[in-house]
Nanobody, 123 residues
């Protein structure tokens, strides 16, 4: 069982930056691939970025490449998402999730989810 709690969301102007954090409970965090997803009102939840258990390998959605960076600190049981050059279309609730294998991009491959943190980017 892994419990996930996101933080770091907020209101920011276009072009600004935010750093999201996801704190995980338990000693098994280092065994899981981790991902960030987001969901805007009226839209499906979409993949943003994912990272392997070791942190060596990462994957990004095209919309995140070059602007967002996913990292993890297994000693602190924490996942991060650094978001730069934010755009109004990045506005969404951001969720972190844990997957038992691979570096998946599909929601169905993740077993555990956080409650989400709101990111709002004003123009």
């Amino acid at each position: 069982q892994v419990q996930l709690v996101e933080s770091g969301g907020g209101l920011v102007q276009a072009g600004g930056s935010l750093r999201l954090s996801c704190a995980a409970s338990g000693r098994t965090f280092r065994r899981y691939a981790m991902g960030w997803f987001r969901q805007a009102p009226g839209k499906e939840r979409e993949f943003v970025a994912a990272i392997s258990p070791s942190g060596i390998r990462t994957r990004y959605a095209d919309s995140a490449k070059g602007r967002f960076t996913i990292t993890r600190d297994n000693a602190k049981n924490t996942l991060y998402l650094q978001m730069n050059s934010l755009k109004p279309e990045d506005t969404a609730v951001y969720y972190c999730a844990a997957a038992p294998s691979g570096i998946p991009t599909m929601t169905g491959e993740y077993d555990y989810w956080g409650q989400g943190t709101q990111v709002t980017v004003s123009s």
